[in-house]
């Protein structure tokens, strides 16, 4: 399975970034998604998910903020980041929910976020 996020970059606070992950596989229409993040020196942690059916969640810190949303057509999941804070700064990465052992992960993509 190969993972690639993108469209991070550099936002002032309040801003909005709109990232991809473009996922390989045959299973990935029925595979729950999931974006994570990594702050500097902090464990990864999850930010929303989604169902192959578009079924979705969202942790506190991206509710009424994020949306998440998929393209099975294209094995793509997307992140809307609106009202974005500081806090937000971060790689941020998509893999399947939930996570395996020694899970792989790829590439991520840094959202720094001005304040």
């Known amino acids: 399975v190969q993972l690639q996020a993108s469209g991070g970059g550099l936002v002032q606070a309040g801003g909005s970034l709109r990232l991809s992950c473009a996922a390989s596989?045959?299973?990935?229409?029925?595979?729950?998604m999931g974006w994570y993040r990594q702050a500097p020196g902090k464990q990864r942690e999850l930010v929303a998910t989604?169902?192959?059916?578009?079924?979705?969640y969202y942790e506190d810190s991206a509710k009424g903020r994020f949306t998440i949303s998929r393209d099975n057509a294209k094995n793509t999941v997307f992140l809307q980041m609106n009202s974005l804070k500081s806090e937000d700064t971060a790689v941020y990465y998509c893999?399947?929910?939930?996570?395996?052992?020694?899970?792989?992960w790829g590439q991520g993509t840094l959202v720094t976020v001005s304040s």
């Open positions: 893999n399947r929910w939930p996570l395996v052992r020694n899970e792989y």
């Open positions: 596989g045959t299973m990935f229409s029925i595979t729950t």
């Open positions: 989604i169902t192959g059916r578009g079924r979705t």
